[in-house]
């Protein structure tokens, strides 16, 4: 994408330039007015008082999240402005974070079908920080000056300017001068001189705002309180004039779909997910999942796998609360979601699926073949350094039962469909009969360190009986005699309710080979 890296002030237009032509977009209803668009936005972000006020959950773990909205509508030509006024702060505990970095905003514009949560850190995306800096492609650089609780922003989009576009921003009414020059047209952002795209908001740029731990509120007309600077119109006008594209919606429900991932850990599960949404963008999937929320928990500049080192552990906690409170807000919004967890507990999967009453129902189970998963349990280690420990996973192994659909003889669960993309029901159940009947060997034995499945993965996320017999936040030797033996005993009735009731569980091991359980209560975690 050519651009330039200095920032400028804006040099007028002379008489030789040439005009040139651009295709006009069929003017669109203007009774719709410009707001924060609720089916464009991380799950965790609020939009209230008529779509123009915006601020996101701030709550334990989620004081950590950057969270971002789009507008509902974009722009493919013209030059139009829009405002965000930061209006307040909201009170956290983030002793670990520098002050400067626990209330902060970043505005900007991005195209439609890029990541709503990482404004100024893709190719399509830009961004001005309230930390004095103008980022895009995940490059940063000083820019105007900081802001904060007070200051108004506003966003200038010039797309009529050749042979590349501009955008600049002001601070309380003062030009900050050119952020970036850059290529709108086919070969960069693709949104100007190009023909429109099956789906039309991939073809327009989008208000854009992340915010952490910050209250504000958006400007698109006059009325809204908008002073555009001159030579601009506000944001509003981009419909009128033909200039204007309607972002993504969600009429209901019903229109939705909910896409429940099976497997043992490492089986997969988030690679397929992730496909998946890529390969289907008009579904605009939102992955549910812990890695969710460690990529919200980020420092601003850096990517998310260079953030873990030591506070890998710390991370993970908070994660688990936030997608616990997530997977609780995702029943309420009109999304299509893609839950990936293991999910082989069929109380877990009852229990997670009851509440999207009107959602279709889809699982889709990953059963790779045994030296395949293998290959990909040893990957997994390889990346992340942890592994889900033996004891943990044949408690998971032990307790698999694979989906069945709604329509099926003797089926009791929610599913309106279940797809196999890899080994098919009869071959997977074999193997998983297989996986059993040696692990019941095994206990026998009691060589509780001998699964048949390989080792992976950095967390159990597991919920049973035994929650209730620890205190949050202890520690318990495994060879503790008030340890509940019937944890190793496979066939008991009770592990079937593991994952339905530990907010969190971990297994550790530390030298010299003793293993010790980390139970920990999220909803009075403290790090």
Sequence with gaps: MASSGKHERPAPKTEEEPETKKPRLAPQSTTQSVQLNPADC???????????EGHALHHKGFAYCWSGARATVGIRGGKYCFACKVTDTQPVDMEDTPADQQHVSRVGISRGDDTVGNLGETEHSFGFGGTGKFSTGGKFSDYGSKFGVGDTIVC??????????????????????????????????????????????????????????????????????????????????????????????????????????????????????????????????????????????????????????????????????IFNTLLDRATKVARNYILDQTNVYKSARKRKLRAFVDYRKIAVVIFPPPEENKVRSAKRFKEMGKEVPADAVNEMLANYVLPTSKDMPGSDEFFDEVLFPELKRAEAQKILEMDKSQLKVSSKSKSRDNSPHPRAGSVASVTGPRASAAPSGSWRGSEEPSMDRNMYNYNSPQVGQFEDEFPFFRVMCLPPCTCIYLVVDVENLKV
């Design 156 to 321: 200038a989009v010039n797309l009529e300017s050749r042979p590349l576009a501009e955008l600049l921003f002001l601070k309380n009414g003062t030009q900050l001068g050119v952020a970036k020059r850059f290529d709108s047209g086919p070969k960069g952002l693709g949104v100007t001189d190009t023909p429109l795209k099956k789906l039309s908001w991939e073809s327009a740029i989008f208000p854009h705002v992340l915010l952490k731990n910050v209250v504000v509120q958006m400007q698109f007309s006059i009325e809204d309180g908008l002073v555009p600077p001159e030579g601009y119109k506000p944001w509003s006008d981009a419909l009128q004039d033909g200039n204007g594209i309607i972002g993504p919606q969600f009429s209901s429900k019903k229109d939705c779909e909910v896409i429940m991932m099976i497997g043992l850990p490492a089986a997969g599960k988030t690679t397929w997910a992730e496909k998946w949404a890529k390969d289907h963008p008009d579904k605009r999937y939102m992955v549910l999942g812990t890695n969710l929320a460690l990529e919200q928990m980020k420092v601003p500049g850096l990517l998310r796998k260079q953030n873990y080192g030591e506070r890998f552990d710390r991370l993970m906690d908070r994660a688990t609360g």
């Design 42 to 52: 991380n799950l965790d972000f609020d939009i209230e008082h008529n779509g123009l």
